[in-house]
Each structure stands twice: as structure tokens, then as C-alpha cells.
């Protein structure tokens, strides 16, 4: 059976039985392609055909690619999920990746918006509502800013709300994680606040004789894409005056910290965020024992 196959098999098995997202199987596709142009570059196109004492060369092929440690790590995650299922299928009758560990990627801390910054970003649609410049468009980014922040989604998962994922009377939403795993998230007054006038006026406007299932939609009928949502979160940063760089990973950061920070539960915001792994969640400890430890040497007369 042809290599690339083989792979479109394995990809498929991740999205239908293993339930990963589209982006996941993007990101596996990538680098499952990279372990195809070292095989070729070695005068071969069979994946059975590799073997241990080649994963040094291999190794070395992706360094010099300027991969990093977790980029390298993510490479190593696919290749032996690939190796495993051509194992199952009867493709190969070894796996060259068996007990090998993978680098240790070098623990990258949050970075979280200060709350003063997330206000001023939350605000900055107001500004174009009240003025009446692109005023559906505008309610509707109002309301995924705020419903983002609301909530700690990841960006794909905001972008895919369905409508009738939206309960406003009782003020929560349902969102699918990763895996395809299903939670429950409360909203918050602004947030329904905010969805209500998009819902009523923004929604139907920006449609016109469209229909869509997707909560947050564009002119296309069509849902909000991550490059649009992006591009979008950048314009209202600098209407907000924020000068560093943002990103939507950035506020649900900013959400799992400020959360952190006015005494939430370290198992509560596990849930929220949909961590399958409370370790996952406790990098936030310790960006907030950071912050108490900076504010200790700033304010404390021995500090």
C-alpha cells in the first residue's frame, strides 16, 4: 500500500475513532510528513523500512531543521502513534520508537494580559457600536471577546459554537474540547449581556437571507475562521492601546490567572478549562507564586 495511504488511513483513525480536531490532525499530517522526507532523502519510500539505529539521523534531521525541544517531542508523539497502527495493521513487525523518550521541552510559563488590559480590550468594540461603524460586525465581536474571556475557550472551540449551544436564560454554554469532549461553562451577566443585542440584531443582519448553525458568523454565512478571530483580536488590542503582542491564548490565560488570583479552586479551573491533567493546570500556580514573590520584593521593606 503507497506510504501517503497509509498515512490518510492513520489520520482518518485519529478523527473518527480517537475524536481530535482538524487542526490536530493538521499538525499530525505535518509531521508525519517531515519522517516521509527523511526516508526519501535516505533513498527510500517504506516506513516499515526504518529501523532504531537510524532515529540519530533522524534526530539530527529535525535539529537542523531548527525544531526546538517540544517541536522535536510532538514529532516523536506521532511518529509512534503512526508505527503503533502499522503495527496493528500488519504493515510492519517492529517499531522503532519503542522506549525512546523524547527531549523534555523547556517549561514555557502563561502570559497573562493584566485585568486593566483585558478591561480596555473588552471595551474597545463598544467604541465602534456606539459610533455605528460596522455595527453588526461589531456586536458580534463585542460578544466573542467578551464570551472568551468569559469562559477560558481555546480558540477553535469558540469559533465552533453552535447556536443552540447558547442557553441565555440560564446562562451557560456547551463547548467541545478536545478529544470531542463535551463541558458545561457558565457565561456570566455580561457575557449574556453581550450576546443578547448580537443574537437580536447583530446575527440576523450580518446573515441576511442566510441560515447557518454556527453562534458567531461572518458576511459568508459562514463561521469565524482562527486567521479572522486573530486578525480581529489584534485590531481591537491596538484600538485598546495594548502594545505587546496578543493572542487568543493569551486571554484564556489571562481567564485561568485572574481566576487564580481571586481564589478559585485549582480543581475548578481544571474543569473550566478542560484539562484532562491537573498538572496541565498547575503551571498557573506557579505563575501566580511568581507574581506574590515579584510583588513581596517590590513592596516589603526587606524584601
Avoid at 218 to 243: D, V
Avoid at 247 to 253: D, W
Wanted: contains cysteine; glycine residues 8%.
Amino acid at each position: 500500500m503507497p506510504e501517503n495511504e497509509l498515512i490518510g488511513r492513520y489520520l482518518l483513525m485519529l478523527q473518527s475513532e480517537r475524536g481530535f480536531s482538524v487542526n490536530t490532525v493538521d499538525g499530525y499530517r505535518s509531521d508525519l510528513n517531515k519522517l516521509v522526507t527523511f526516508l526519501q532523502k535516505q533513498g527510500r519510500a517504506d516506513a516499515a523500512s526504518l529501523v532504531r539505529n537510524e532515529l540519530p539521523a533522524l534526530l539530527a534531521f529535525l535539529q537542523n531543521q531548527g525544531l526546538g525541544p517540544a517541536s522535536v517531542a510532538r514529532c516523536l508523539s506521532a511518529w509512534r502513534g503512526f508505527y503503533r497502527f502499522l503495527l496493528g495493521e500488519g504493515h510492519t513487525d517492529q517499531d522503532p520508537f519503542l522506549h525512546i523518550t523524547a527531549p523534555k521541552p523547556t517549561e514555557r510559563l502563561p502570559k497573562a494580559l493584566a485585568f486593566a488590559d483585558v478591561k480596555r480590550l473588552l471595551d474597545a468594540p463598544g467604541q465602534a457600536i456606539r459610533s455605528g461603524r460596522r455595527q453588526p460586525e461589531a456586536l458580534r465581536d463585542d460578544a466573542m471577546l467578551e464570551v472568551l474571556y468569559a469562559t477560558g475557550l481555546r480558540v477553535t472551540e469558540l469559533i465552533t459554537l453552535e447556536l443552540n449551544a447558547v442557553n441565555l436564560t440560564v446562562g451557560f454554554l456547551r463547548a467541545f474540547g478536545k478529544g470531542a469532549k463535551q463541558r458545561v461553562m457558565p457565561l456570566g451577566d455580561l457575557a449574556v449581556g453581550k450576546l443578547r443585542p448580537y443574537l437580536e440584531h447583530g446575527r440576523p443582519l450580518i446573515l441576511k437571507t442566510r441560515t447557518s448553525n454556527h453562534l458567531f458568523v461572518t458576511r459568508s454565512g459562514r463561521a469565524m475562521t482562527r486567521q479572522g478571530f486573530w486578525k480581529l483580536l489584534t485590531r481591537y488590542a491596538r484600538a485598546a492601546g495594548i502594545r505587546r503582542k496578543i493572542s487568543p491564548h493569551m486571554v484564556r490565560h489571562s481567564f485561568a490567572t485572574h481566576l487564580l488570583e481571586r481564589g478559585a479552586d485549582l480543581r475548578v479551573v481544571q474543569t473550566l478549562l478542560g484539562h484532562a491533567d491537573i498538572a496541565t493546570t498547575q503551571i498557573y500556580t506557579k505563575v501566580e507564586r511568581d507574581r506574590l514573590k515579584k510583588l513581596h520584593q517590590q513592596h516589603h521593606p526587606r524584601g
